[in-house]
């Protein structure tokens, strides 16, 4: 038997509760109606996922968190007057049903009207009235109403529907035009001629098709009051207003830009993609200035440690080592072997070199657990130099993981089916003996002490996270953004009080996953957060975006790289309300303008594409609801971005030393 109740109760609380909807009788009513009864047959078990589902006739039942959502900001309880505009399943009819309310619910389509009717009945509820017919001229017979709930999208709010609310009734209706995407509205009436507007954030629903709503071919009916337009600026006039124009990228003043962040202690810069040539160009540039003019002292990037450990000891002039995987072979490789990485990397190099002070030298490192067998050779090189015999124990300790270096994915399954013992003990202890003889080993070279350490601990770590991937859900993510942020703070306390840090890595490591569905209903953190909670206001969270273009990405995990077009953003989108503000680029500082923030605190779709972008299912593979100005402390806009560039083993450079980390 399948538990019912138990996915409605884990609906309200995860779907809805952690989506701040607080009203009683919406949550005690979602978790009274049998949603399974309203889906289409067949589609039962889909019941309770978080989205929209189909019912025929290409119409859909509403997202739990959306039928919730209206409900209670039409403020329904129980006896009142209630009209639906949109019927559809019923389900919507019987949540406000079930609070008490008397219901009208309006349906255009005779099949789904006699459906939703016998849906109602199956589920026990009374107190529902399904008619047929056109509801954007509401139900006169009826009216006035206390609440008026339109699950479909209008081009405006329909006269007839505002002169059937009460005096002091509500309505809840989603409107906007093809272009400009939909927005839910709440009208409330509060007088014979008067009725307040306010915008509750961008949606998706079907559309309303009526005499004051859309015709058939999708043109407005009826011309009516487009709201919005009557109350001053648009929101994208808002952001053109509140943006910063920014320089070309290379033009000395971009980075002064950044000055605001000059006393901050971290500095975070995301990028909406893993493969866009605009956002490692500016986060350079940002560095190089930072770097130059405010003593910031570490760069710390979304890759593997010892991988760009090599490259510190590039960047640093430390003695180059022989042996190992050329750094940054592991896929996605043009995340960090690309020309804007490359250039930025000499960069460094010569700054460094005017720095005479070894330990005043700005680092590059790696934040990243993915490359388990190299942190590995690393700690043995490392013991092999300075303590042979603690060297051997630990051979002996990593040799359990040695089946699974070179896969290490395989290494959850195998233990998961309990056809092996993890390592979990092993690599624990390593960690433990090499912390312990930590004043030893320092004395005799601290930063190589901090690097063997650091891979150490990154084994603790990856184990882990190999070994959790299996059970899917937040904690493998947890617990690589969790080992990211620590590695964050043992770099910091490694430099000491004049520690200033940079980070490059996506956006979704780097906005604050309490602002977005990732947090809210997914249970993940992400650096962003971690950083805020830690350093507070003394960390600066910086987001970066694009309106269209091309990407390097694969189509599949280890596929080959490829250079994509990026789709135009959806218009329900944070990305096409920048591109509709008109700069080509520019930085919105989200703390400028109180009313702006506001109002792009509502919740909207934001594009993440990764070191995967697949185009043919967009929305559902890269969009995710968040609100941007929680999110981030700024956004930094490029409209149209061009892929990085890949290096290539024709970017061997006969000057460069062998272990040189591109010249592989
Ligand atoms: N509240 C519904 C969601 C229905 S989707 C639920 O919980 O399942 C929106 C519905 O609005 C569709 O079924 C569509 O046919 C209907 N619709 C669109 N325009 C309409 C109109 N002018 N009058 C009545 N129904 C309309």
Redesign the pocket.
């Known amino acids: 038997m399948i538990d019912r109740a138990s996915e409605r109760d884990a609906m309200v609380e995860r779907q809805l509760m952690r989506r701040k909807i607080t009203d009683r009788r919406v949550l005690d009513a979602m978790r009274a109606v049998p949603r399974e009864v309203?889906v289409a047959p067949g589609m039962e078990e889909f019941a309770y996922e978080d989205g929209p589902l189909p019912?025929g006739?290409g119409?859909?039942?509403?997202q739990p968190y959306i039928?919730a959502l209206m409900i209670e900001a039409a403020a329904v309880r129980h006896r009142d007057a209630v009209l639906?505009?949109?019927?559809?399943?019923?389900?919507?009819?019987a949540v406000m049903a079930q609070i008490g309310a008397t219901v009208i619910?309006?349906?255009?389509?005779e099949p789904?009207a006699k459906e939703a009717r016998d849906k109602i009945a199956r589920a026990g509820i009374s107190n529902v009235d399904i008619q047929i017919?056109?509801?954007?001229l509401g139900w006169p017979d009826a009216a006035p109403f206390d609440a008026i709930?339109v699950?479909?999208g209008g081009p405006s709010v329909p006269e007839a529907l505002k002169a059937q609310l009460k005096v002091g009734g509500r309505m809840v209706i989603p409107v906007g035009g093809s272009g400009t995407g939909q927005s839910l509205l709440k009208i409330t009436r509060t007088g014979d001629d008067t009725w307040d507007e306010q915008e509750l954030g961008a949606v998706r629903?079907?559309?309303?098709?009526?005499a004051q709503?859309w015709a058939q071919d999708g043109r407005q009916s009826a011309s009516n009051h487009v709201p919005g337009q009557s109350s001053g600026k648009s929101l994208p006039q808002m952001v053109a207003e509140v943006a910063e124009p920014l320089p070309d990228i290379d033009d000395p003043s971009f980075g002064q830009f950044f000055d605001r962040y000059a006393d901050k202690q971290v500095v975070l810069l995301g990028e909406a993609s893993h493969g866009t040539s605009e956002f490692y160009r500016a986060r350079a540039a940002i560095t190089r200035h930072l770097v130059e003019h405010h003593g910031f002292n570490i760069v710390a990037v979304e890759a593997d440690w010892p991988d760009a450990a090599a490259v510190n000891r590039y960047v640093t002039h430390q003695p180059v080592r022989d042996g190992g995987d050329p750094p940054f072979s592991r896929f996605p490789t043009w995340m960090w072997r690309n020309a804007v990485v490359e250039g930025f990397v000499e960069w460094l190099r010569s700054h460094n070199a005017q720095v005479s002070d070894p330990d005043a030298r700005a680092g590059f490192y790696g934040l990243d657990i993915y490359n388990m067998s190299g942190s590995i050779a690393a700690v043995l090189a490392y013991l092999d130099e300075v303590d042979p015999e603690a060297a051997r124990i630990a051979r002996e300790r990593y040799s359990c993981l040695t089946p699974w270096q070179s896969d290490p994915a395989t290494y959850g399954r195998a233990v998961l089916s309990q056809s092996y013992h993890d390592c979990e003990p092993q690599v624990v202890e390593q960690l433990r003996t090499l912390l312990e003889r930590q004043l030893a080993y320092e004395a005799k070279d601290g930063s190589r002490f901090l690097d063997a350490a650091q891979n150490a601990r990154l084994v603790r770590s990856a184990e882990q996270y190999y070994r959790v991937m299996y059970y899917g859900g937040a904690e493998s993510w947890n617990l690589r953004d969790t080992h990211m942020f620590e590695t964050l703070e043992h770099l910091l306390e490694a430099r000491g009080p004049d520690a200033k840090a940079l980070v490059w890595a996506h956006n979704s490591h780097i906005g604050d996953a309490r602002a977005t569905e990732m947090g809210a209903v997914r249970d993940q953190l992400n650096i962003g957060q971690l950083a805020r909670e830690r350093f507070g206001d003394a960390a600066a969270l910086i987001g970066f975006g694009t309106h269209s273009g091309t990407v390097a990405a694969a189509t599949d995990w280890n596929g080959e790289m490829e250079i994509k077009r990026v789709r135009p953003s959806r218009e329900d989108s944070y990305e096409r309300l920048c591109h509709d503000a008109g700069h080509p680029q520019f930085l919105l500082d989200l703390h400028a303008d109180p009313a702006l923030r506001k109002r792009l605190e509502v919740q909207r779709l934001e594009r993440f594409i990764g070191v995967i972008y697949r185009p043919e299912t967009e929305l559902q593979s890269h969009y995710a609801e968040a609100s941007l100005p929680r999110q981030f402390d700024a956004f930094v806009w490029f409209d149209e971005t061009q892929a990085v560039t890949p290096l290539g083993p024709e970017h061997r450079r006969a000057s460069m030393p062998e272990t040189y980390p591109f010249g592989v």
Not at 84 to 93: F, L, V
Not at 105 to 109: D, F, V
Not at 205 to 210: E, Y
Request: glycine share 18%; charged share 10%.
């Open positions: 309203f019912i006739h119409q859909t039942i509403s039928v639906e505009i949109g019927a559809g399943s019923g389900y919507a009819a619910a309006i349906e255009r389509h789904l017919g056109d509801g954007t709930v699950a479909a629903f079907v559309p309303l098709v009526g709503g």
